[in-house]
């Protein structure tokens, strides 16, 4: 099974079939066109190097963060920050609360830290209390927030009791807000407004900006130690020269922002709406651009293999941590494609 969604690639290889990939969780509106306009006007920057610091890149994050430059590191994708982060943090032991995304495990690991796991309630919010109760020798407790794959938001008041525990105790919260973009007003409840020291934020341009092929994520901390310590483990120019102007581009374009915050307000609602009314399903309500789905009368190969007969590949789900063979995720696209794949259910689990 594929660790992560998106994989069109091998199943093309593998079968020949051409699918709509609601597999992976990427903005429909599609690339910027400001993005576009600014790759043609500055095509010749790609004969020289990238700015090593990267210092008009992490001024634009940090304008559009409201902090400091001094606050930003930035990576070849969220990915890359996520295993910076885990090799450079001095600790033994990682806390994930799961079911979620499986290269926090994977970092951990390539890091040298040994990693145990926190389960989410059955309806998949957090219990804070009990993870508190939970923690004893982890140094580092990750989350995911807005938690992927299960589309819940954990509200500021949760996420500050937690981080003011485990200042504490000296402990550190690693957290991953790559879909925070698409929670209403997300700056007031970005765990980034709290300023504790002991909090590191990763984000990344891939899902709100619709910008997978181009590998650019960062980190928001207001720790200098573990920033340094990235920033000396870090190969020179990992970030290419489009991807730098991505990032100098997008984050100031307001209006395709503004558009794509108005597009899921509303498609998240009607699409859950829609699901809910099929009888041999549960629905998880979600507050991003995927909902997590539970099968009640099929299993999650069974149900892709029969979808992609259909024309649209969904993401198997069973391999999250603490997921079983029934669950799947389908992602919230633009509401031509979400009533095909709507159609597509129809045919399916009738």
Not at 306 to 331: C, P, Q, T
Request: net charge positive; with cysteine.
């Amino acid at each position: 099974m594929d660790l992560h969604g998106g994989n069109i690639y091998k199943l093309k290889r593998d079968s020949g079939i051409d699918v709509l990939d609601y597999s992976s969780n990427i903005n429909p509106l599609g690339v910027p066109n400001s993005f576009r306009k600014a790759v043609i006007e500055n095509f010749e920057s790609l004969e020289k190097y990238p700015d090593i610091d990267y210092t008009e890149l992490r001024v634009a994050i940090a304008n559009y963060n409201n902090c400091s430059i001094e606050n930003v590191v930035v990576g070849n994708g969220a990915t890359e920050v996520l295993f910076l982060y885990m090799k450079a943090i001095e600790c033994k032991k990682i806390l994930i609360v799961a079911p979620t995304f499986a290269e926090y495990e994977r970092a951990a690991r390539a890091g040298g830290k040994d990693v145990t796991f926190f389960p989410l309630n059955k309806d998949f919010s957090l219990n804070e209390d009990k993870l508190l109760e939970f923690i004893t020798d982890e140094d580092v407790v990750v989350i995911c927030n807005p938690n992927n794959p299960t589309g819940k938001f954990q509200d500021l008041e949760k996420i500050k009791k937690i981080a003011d525990f485990l200042e504490k105790k000296n402990k550190k919260l690693f957290i991953d807000e790559a879909f925070i973009e698409f929670i209403e007003r997300w700056k007031d409840k970005t765990a980034f407004s709290l300023k504790n020291k002991n909090i590191f934020i990763l984000r990344a341009l891939t899902k709100f900006f619709a910008l997978p092929g181009v590998r650019l994520g960062y980190g928001l901390t207001y720790d200098k130690i573990i920033l340094n310590r990235i920033k000396n483990i870090r190969e020179p120019w990992s970030v290419n020269g489009i991807a730098e102007i991505a990032g100098k581009t997008m984050l100031l374009d307001t209006s395709y922002i503004h558009e794509t915050e108005n597009w899921i307000k509303k498609e998240k609602i009607w699409f859950y709406e829609e699901l809910r009314k099929f009888e041999n399903i549960e629905v998880t309500p979600t507050e991003t651009n995927f909902v997590l789905v539970k099968l009640l009368n099929d299993n999650a190969k069974s149900f892709r293999k029969k979808m992609i007969e259909n024309g649209i590949l969904v993401r198997d789900a069973s391999n999250f941590m603490f997921l079983d063979e029934s669950y799947i995720r389908l992602a919230i696209k633009d509401r031509k494609k979400n009533e095909r794949v709507l159609e597509a259910l129809r045919r399916v689990l009738r």
